[in-house]
């Protein structure tokens, strides 16, 4: 798709900025986005430590008004960067779940403990929000209450922000690609869980953390849903035949990809596995870990 312009004014008082950070991993860069139509906005993820973003955002903003709130949906460097920098610029405070650490579960917390889990890739280890948000917390705001919603799965404090029957869902749910879980921040197991718990929710359409707006949400989420349950069969018929370690696994679900690719599915493949033996579907010799060797387990049916 072709790369919109940085500043786009999306319907009745939402303006997205986009930062110029493009990769592979971040589509056409990072979407902040300002909210309201008084004299006082919310932006929801600053971006990165960018200097040229930041005034980006302020230059957007209409004469007169100001930032008085910046939610941060989790805090990955493309999104939490620039919370600093533009909290001193405006005077706002920082609101989001929590650190970088913050909302991992149990297992992630005692793999990241005691065992070579890799990963932490773009995570922004700095980040520290001024007031910190329980999941369902109403924020009134001046462009009308915002909730937020914990939802784990691309990262442990990963948030989504609804308002005004739309959500804002960050790198949880994106319409150009599947979400990285890169272990032990990223969870699939709280992935699947995150999705269902946004399915009983009616808001639609999605503002995704990279590229465009899905304006159906609920099909989206299911269809991310089906393309996880998918990946998870395809690890479990390719141990069918042998064990096999994280790399050539990965190779045997997703076939030749080029190195920075196979990387991040090895990430994701990492994540199904962390979940399948939880399941007690697989096993892990000698323990779980990204250089383990992985097998069925021998209880499978």
Not at 12 to 21: D, E, F, K, Q, S
Not at 27 to 52: C, E, F, M
Not at 232 to 247: C, G, R, T, V
């Amino acid at each position: 798709m072709e790369r919109p312009e940085t500043v786009s004014m999306l319907t009745t008082g939402l303006i997205r900025v986009i930062a110029p950070n493009p990769s592979p991993m971040t589509y056409w860069g990072t979407n902040s986005y300002i909210l309201g139509t008084g004299a006082a906005r919310v932006l929801i993820d600053p971006g990165p430590k960018d200097s040229q973003h930041q005034q980006a955002m302020l230059n957007a903003l209409p004469h007169g008004t100001v930032i008085s709130h910046i939610l941060v949906t989790h805090a990955h460097k493309d999104h939490s960067g620039g919370a600093q920098d533009l909290a001193q610029a405006t005077g706002a405070k920082v609101l989001a779940f929590g650190d970088a650490r913050s909302g991992r579960s149990e297992v992630m917390t005692q793999l990241a403990a005691t065992t070579q889990m890799g990963g932490g890739e773009g995570v922004d280890m700095t980040f520290e929000p001024d007031v910190l948000l329980k999941d369902g917390q109403q924020i009134e705001t001046p462009a009308g209450p915002i909730t937020a919603l914990h939802t784990p799965g691309h990262m442990g404090n990963h948030l989504c922000f609804a308002w005004n029957n739309c959500l804002f869902s960050g790198d949880l749910i994106m319409g150009w690609s599947s979400s990285l879980i890169s272990p032990p921040d990223g969870d699939a197991a709280a992935f699947r869980d995150s999705c269902h718990k946004l399915l009983m929710r009616p808001d639609t359409p999605l503002f995704a953390g990279h590229g465009a707006p899905v304006e159906s949400g609920h099909a989206r989420i299911n269809a991310l849903l089906v393309h996880r349950a998918k990946r998870e069969q395809q690890i479990l018929q390719a141990l069918e035949y042998k064990s096999m370690d994280l790399k050539t696994l990965t190779k045997a679900v997703y076939g030749n990809l080029e190195s920075f690719t196979l990387k991040a599915a090895a990430r994701n493949t990492l994540a199904h596995l962390i979940d399948l033996k939880e399941q007690s579907k697989i096993e892990a010799t000698p323990n779980l870990h990204e250089s383990a060797v992985f097998s069925l387990a021998e209880n499978k049916v």
